[in-house]
């Protein structure tokens, strides 16, 4: 039971009251630790068996400080554990730490180390020394480092793609450029002026590059190329017809049989080799002896009419076109009776019948005189064509020439 305290001043408890009392004291002080029991670390061994966030405690002060504490006290242990507010925020002077993960909110002070991530909203514009630009443009930033100068560029890191560069110095040959400022002057310092150094556009050129046969290459048309070769014909031999490993060699084959009408040089007159004669040479070679043997003959009868004057009784010459009578003897006249026939008249008493020997020629080369009948006074001939005796046609050119013996 329970301790019996004295309801009325001045009354004692009695007997069984007071042994009352004691017992429970001594029933209670049987429940108590002993005194060994109550070490710190018996407390702390006790405490941790119900540790945990359904224990019930409540720390109000750690480390002798208060979650919400934001100046700690002179000497004061600066390990300590920081809090945050019913806000969720915490407050501190000097963060020294590694943070993973964002930072949402205002940062007042200094940061030394290193960040990484994205910040915004900053009321100070982060220096050079500091990682930044010290502007918040971006012309600020291209002055700031130099990108609008190109001359503050490293010159190994230079990387030009499209636009315009105006206002500079021409580039010389030995540093990449063309010395020039006008395609026309750049051709010039280049060596490739169209025309003088290089050949100009032309559509042909296109066909020579497009051409893939082999062979001798001939322009068809205006603007194409074309390969042939050369083959051979009848009588001929030919090596190398496509002229890939040297010249093409044309020979005729030994013995060749011609057909057709071959055509060959025509020698000049007198020549005397082994060269083939053409009919051209022939004819000149006959013509020549013609006119030769022709002179012999008129030289030679020329002499015998004067060596036979006594015994040639009459003779003429005369024009075989017009009858003109060039010489005669014992002639009186002469009449074209008909085309190429000719009756000559004889001085009477000349002849005593018509049993007289003639002869006669003409001085062209178409024609030949020819005897028709004789009377004592009369003689007709007739001029016919070579190798004739009756194609009877006037004679046109040259003379005609009659002998006459008894």
């Given at each position: 039971m329970p301790i019996v305290y004295r309801v009325v001043?001045?009354?004692?408890?009695?007997?069984?009251?007071?042994?009352?009392?004691?017992?429970?004291?001594?029933?209670?002080?049987?429940?108590?630790?002993?005194?060994?029991?109550?070490?710190?670390?018996?407390?702390?061994?006790?405490?941790?068996t119900v540790d945990?966030?359904?224990?019930?405690?409540?720390?109000?002060?750690?480390?002798?400080?208060?979650?919400?504490?934001?100046?700690?006290?002179?000497?004061?242990?600066?390990?300590?554990?920081?809090?945050?507010?019913?806000?969720?925020?915490?407050?501190?002077?000097?963060i020294t730490s590694n943070l993973v993960g964002n930072v949402t909110g205002n940062l007042t002070g200094n940061v030394t180390g290193n960040v990484t991530g994205n910040a915004t909203g900053l009321s100070t514009i982060l220096g050079l020394s500091n990682g930044g630009t010290g502007t918040t443009t971006v012309e600020g930033i291209r002055t700031l480092i130099g990108l609008n100068t190109m001359g503050l560029q490293p010159s190994t890191n230079v990387s030009i793609t499209g636009g315009t560069i105006t206002g500079i110095t021409p580039l010389s040959i030995s540093n990449g450029g063309t010395g020039a400022n006008s395609d026309n002057l750049a051709r010039v310092n280049l060596g490739l002026v169209i025309g003088q150094d290089v050949q100009g556009f032309a559509p042909i050129l296109t066909s020579l590059s497009a051409l893939s046969t082999t062979g001798i290459v001939v322009k068809s048309d205006g603007t194409t190329l074309i390969s042939r070769s050369l083959t051979a014909g009848s009588n001929i031999s030919i090596s190398n017809g496509n002229a890939i490993s040297g010249n093409p060699t044309i020979s005729l084959v030994s013995s060749p049989a011609l057909s057709g009408t071959p055509t060959a040089p025509t020698a000049t007159f007198g020549t005397n080799t082994t060269q083939i004669a053409t009919t051209a040479f022939v004819k000149t070679a006959t013509d020549n002896l013609d006119t030769s043997l022709r002179s012999y003959v008129d030289t030679?009868?020329?002499?015998?009419?004067?060596?036979?004057?006594?015994?040639?009784?009459?003779?003429?010459?005369?024009?075989?076109?017009?009858?003109?009578?060039?010489?005669?003897?014992?002639?009186?006249?002469?009449?074209?009776?008909?085309?190429?026939?000719?009756?000559?008249?004889?001085?009477?008493?000349?002849?005593?019948?018509?049993?007289?020997?003639?002869?006669?020629?003409?001085?062209?080369?178409?024609?030949?005189?020819?005897?028709?009948?004789s009377t004592s006074t009369n003689l007709v001939i007739n001029t016919v064509d070579n190798g004739s005796s009756n194609n009877v046609s006037q004679t046109t050119q040259g003379d005609v020439r009659v002998i006459m013996f008894a």
């Open positions: 001043q001045g009354r004692p408890l009695t007997i069984a009251e007071a042994d009352g009392n004691f017992q429970y004291v001594e029933e209670q002080l049987a429940l108590k630790l002993d005194s060994s029991d109550y070490t710190a670390a018996e407390i702390l061994t006790r405490l941790l945990g966030s359904t224990s019930g405690l409540d720390s109000q002060y750690l480390h002798g400080l208060s979650p919400h504490s934001t100046v700690l006290p002179v000497g004061a242990n600066k390990s300590s554990v920081v809090t945050r507010n019913s806000d969720g925020n915490f407050i501190a002077n000097t030679e009868i020329a002499d015998a009419v004067s060596a036979f004057t006594d015994s040639a009784k009459a003779w003429i010459v005369f024009d075989g076109s017009d009858l003109t009578i060039k010489a005669q003897k014992n002639i009186q006249s002469v009449v074209l009776q008909s085309e190429g026939r000719y009756s000559i008249n004889i001085t009477p008493g000349v002849f005593a019948n018509g049993n007289f020997v003639a002869a006669g020629m003409a001085s062209d080369d178409d024609h030949n005189v020819v005897y028709v009948s």
